[in-house]
């Protein structure tokens, strides 16, 4: 019967973290390291899902029990939660295998669930033929996302959706994508696996306890995030670095910055790196610097000798795509 290979991207947030879920901007960039879904129509009223990266293998479902999670790994929750939406969304149905395939772990925070979602409805829209453009996508999505873990600003779907680098508004309110030229990224890994909705509830619990101190943070943030545009837009790269450094010590205001993260960003800082922060959620996950080429290897190998990983990805990858 019909198949289809589809692929979506990993990201990696350049600027306004947790701001955006209050209705701030941020900045996200794509990464070159993909996942790939295979999504084929088969006979039955079932669907069967093989993600061998969050250990899943031989996974079926009936149809008429979408939906209904039991501590399923995310990667399943998000697949089988994108089929039951799409489904009742366009009205069809059929009985499906899937498999995905990453070019990076799920550990990393490089938005696996969010690139597996986009690429399953892209596939989806191809095989039932039905015309979905990029915010009909993102919506679907979206809703998809807040059915499985409660909170998200959606930025991750934006940028698996469009690619490259993009400024983006809490639940896709603006979507700009910006025409960057290269950016010079280092990301450094920090080994531990950060959970976002934790995060997220944690700086919401913040900011009940002190709003207006909380709410004039993410107004800096959102400062920070508007000019980083501007000097992304013009190549700026070594003011953009020092916007990062600005953005780092907000977010550590948060309180979502570990040891382990400022350990590689010192690091990065300490041997020329124009600016460094945290990337995402916090709590672990990666860091990222701004750096000359020319620094390129010292500041990896420093963020290596603070106990970090360092991840080679090229940014401004192309968003979601049928192979
Ligand atoms: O941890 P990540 O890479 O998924 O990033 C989370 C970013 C937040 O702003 C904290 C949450 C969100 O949905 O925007």
Redesign the pocket.
Same mark, same amino acid.
């Given at each position: 019967m019909k198949k289809i290979k589809v692929s979506a991207p990993g990201?990696?947030?350049l600027f306004?973290?947790?701001?955006?879920?209050y209705n701030r901007p941020?900045i996200v960039t794509t990464v070159d390291q993909r996942i790939r879904v295979l999504i084929e129509l088969v006979f039955g009223d079932e669907i069967k899902i093989d993600a061998p990266e969050v250990g899943v293998a031989g996974y079926t479902k009936k149809l008429g029990l979408l939906g209904q999670h039991k501590n399923l790994p995310k990667g399943v929750q998000f697949l089988e939660t994108s089929i039951k939406n799409f489904f009742e969304k366009y009205k069809v149905k059929s009985g499906l295998r899937i498999e995905t395939k990453s070019e990076f772990s799920s550990e990393f &925070?490089? %938005?696996s669930s969010?690139a597996v979602t986009v690429a399953a409805f892209k596939g989806l829209s191809e095989l039932f033929k039905i015309k979905m453009d990029n915010k009909k996508l993102f919506d679907l999505a979206h809703k998809t996302v807040l059915d499985v873990q409660g909170? &998200?600003? %959606?930025?991750?779907l934006a940028a698996a959706i469009w690619g490259g680098t993009v400024f983006f508004v809490?639940g896709g309110k603006k979507v700009i994508p910006l025409k960057v030229k290269k950016l010079p990224l280092v990301v450094g890994y920090t080994g531990i696996k950060?959970d976002?909705p934790t995060?997220?509830k944690k700086?919401a619990i913040l900011r009940e306890n002190n709003k207006k101190l909380v709410d004039s943070i993410f107004d800096q943030i959102s400062l920070l995030t508007n000019k980083a545009k501007t000097l992304l837009l013009r190549g700026n790269f070594k003011k953009t670095g020092e916007l990062m450094n600005l953005n780092q010590e907000l977010l550590d205001a948060l309180g979502?910055n570990t040891k382990e993260l400022s350990n590689l960003i010192i690091a990065a800082r300490e041997t020329g790196a124009w600016g460094a922060k945290l990337?995402?959620?916090?709590g672990g996950?990666c860091m990222i610097a701004f750096i000359k080429e020319e620094k390129r290897k010292a500041v990896e190998s420093a963020i290596q000798k603070a106990g970090g990983r360092v991840i080679k990805v090229r940014p401004n990858a192309e968003g979601v795509k049928i192979e």
């Open positions: 990201k990696l947030m306004g973290e947790h701001a955006v879920v941020c &925070g490089f %938005g969010s909170v &998200g600003s %959606g930025f991750d809490t950060a976002t995060m997220v700086v979502v990337s995402g959620a916090g996950d």
